[in-house]
């Protein structure tokens, strides 16, 4: 993966890495991205879905989407992902760390005009979400693409950064009668639930009851 | 809460809310916070642990952090938070949907320079990630706090957005035989993973036995 200044590690460069099969393993297991661009010398930082295909991201919203448009002149984009493991207990208040998993892509954004292209980044989209469901459903009719903005977003450069494992404290510390430790999180499906319009007869699809995020 | 053009609820702003309480509740039921900060036009977006006390939120890092300097120059910042709840499966593809909390911040942020001020800080990070673990810890030595910068961040605006409740389906649509509903999602606790050098005769605390993210 190509590094400038704007994606060079710098703060603990050990936990990092550029390396396209780690960065896209970390974009695979998560769904939900934070959309950064400027506007004026402002910053804004939107929660959104995103799907991934080779190096390139695809983004969607509303056609009328303030994001969208903005994105759409080919300013600077910076999506990041990160995914939570679990709390850092250390023996220091100084210590205490987050496991997790992240990554940062610099890139510019343009919209998808070719309606099949538009159709093939939703369904990336979709499938990315959760696996299995594009083909169950009702596909997008002409109106409801015309309202919906698809964005391509070439990964450009991009790092990762990664902690795993127990808290490191200082060796003196380990001594102290305080409990250290990890707690692991995980964001975790509860049982499905059918829209109250639901015909009775409609069973829920495997890819529903199986569903684990990041599993692709 | 003050709104101007950049808090201002465009998209959907039936989901969305200028409530203090609203606000505060969200950014109380998260940890993870998105920040994102302009540096010649280019959008960095940094994902970071935070607290809040009353409209201000704190961060923190190594003071060598390239992040928390460009901050302390007094730029723009916008730090958002999202809580995933679930995932919504309607019966077009263009209906899907995710249910969620998130609040948008803006503010500006400065460096925290007077100690007593700045351990008071970190002490509500700490309490906002783990309520009940600063006053079992080394807490942070003269050495350690020159090492961390701490920032507050007023809040100046802000914004929230909330999905939740089932699909919404184009009426034509509910008569398909299409499976659809909400797959909850939480972010949950797995079994703390005590430190391998922990003294055997160590209980794990009742604050990690009973940890739920967000239960402040």
């Known amino acids: 993966m190509k590094v400038t200044e704007r994606s060079e590690l710098r703060r603990l460069p050990k936990r990092g890495s550029h390396d396209s099969a780690v960065i896209h393993e970390i974009l695979d297991a998560g769904f939900l991205a934070h959309v950064g661009f400027c506007a004026e010398g402002q910053s804004f930082v939107v929660p959104t879905l995103y799907g991934r295909m080779d190096d390139r991201l695809y983004l969607h919203g509303s056609a009328a989407s303030r994001m969208l448009k903005h994105l759409d002149r080919g300013v ?18 100084f210590h205490h760390s987050m496991n997790y998993r992240s990554v940062m892509v610099f890139g510019t954004a343009r919209m998808i005009a070719d309606e099949c292209s538009k159709i093939e980044a939703l369904r990336t989209i979709s499938e990315h979400l959760i696996r299995g469901r594009w083909n169950d459903v009702r596909g997008p009719s002409e109106n409801e693409l015309k309202a919906t903005a698809v964005l391509e977003l070439e990964i450009e450069e991009a790092s990762a950064k990664v902690r795993t494992g127990p808290p490191l404290d200082d060796e003196e510390d380990y001594a102290l009668p305080i409990w250290a430790g990890v707690l692991p999180l995980e964001l975790t499906p509860k049982p499905a639930v059918a829209d109250a319009r639901l015909a009775s007869d409609l069973q829920t699809p495997e890819y529903v009851l199986r569903y684990q995020p990041g599993r692709k």
């Open 76 to 93: 600077p984009v910076c999506v990041t992902v990160t995914l939570v493991d679990g709390l850092v207990l250390a023996r220091s208040a």
